[in-house]
T-cell receptor, first 114, second 113 residues
């Protein structure tokens, strides 16, 4: 199993551009989520999904959209990039939202917005 | 909203000493408490977790304790080694209602040889 795969690893955007960060898992996990990591602020939850067709907002959802059309994929869309969205983004999945199971993280995407 | 506070933000210990990191959560519905270790430039990886029906769990040099009444949980690392140097994150998760995993702000542990 590849686990949780994120692409790209690095991305530079100009202010106002849009892009999609890809996340895929091959573990048949029901639960998927996106976090951003900024120095001194830990991991902050952006959006999460408890199954295909279901998404919900986390702590910092503004400026981001998600969809979950399949169990495997959970893309994160930046509609109009801003310098405040410069961060490292992690996708994470777990077996089931109703069972206490650990999150498995992807390797992250480092995004810079100029 | 839900919040997890983590202390200290940095911790330096001599090799062989013990390290303790403490977290406090706000959501009474939280029932799952994992700890993650993140090395520089890498992804967070689970090191130990505890469920709300358990007060303490140990795995070799690592232990976690949970006080549900006070909404506190702690990570204890004994006989620290240089390779324990990393950033450690606590998290609080819920398996009903909101289904969120909320993380603390992290503790940078330095083990001095």
């Amino acid at each position: 199993n590849a686990g949780v795969t994120q692409t790209p690893k690095f991305q530079v955007l100009k202010t106002g551009q849009s892009m999609t960060l890809q996340c895929a898992q091959d573990m048949n996990h029901e639960y998927m989520s996106w976090y951003r990591q900024d120095p001194g602020m830990g991991l902050r939850l952006i959006h999460y999904s408890v199954g295909a067709g279901i998404t919900d907002q986390g702590e910092v959802p503004n400026g981001y959209n998600v969809s979950r059309s399949t169990t495997e994929d959970f893309p994160l869309r930046l509609l109009s990039a801003a310098p405040s969205q410069t961060s490292v983004y992690f996708c994470a999945s777990s077996y089931s939202p109703t069972l206490a199971s650990p999150l498995h993280f992807g390797n992250g995407t480092r995004l810079t917005v100029t | 909203g839900e919040n997890v506070e983590q202390h200290p933000s940095t911790l330096s210990v001599q090799e062989g000493d013990s390290a303790v990191i403490k977290c406090t959560y706000s959501d009474s519905a939280s029932n799952y408490f994992p700890w993650y270790k993140q090395e520089l430039g890498k992804r967070p990886q689970l090191i130990i977790d505890i469920r709300s029906n358990v007060g303490e769990k140990k795995d070799q040099r690592i232990a976690v304790t949970l006080n549900k009444t006070a909404k506190h949980f702690s990570l204890h690392i004994t006989e620290t080694q240089p390779e324990d140097s990393a950033v450690y994150f606590c998290a609080a998760g819920t398996t009903s209602g909101t289904y969120k995993y909320i993380f603390g702000t992290g503790t940078r542990l330095k083990v001095l040889a």
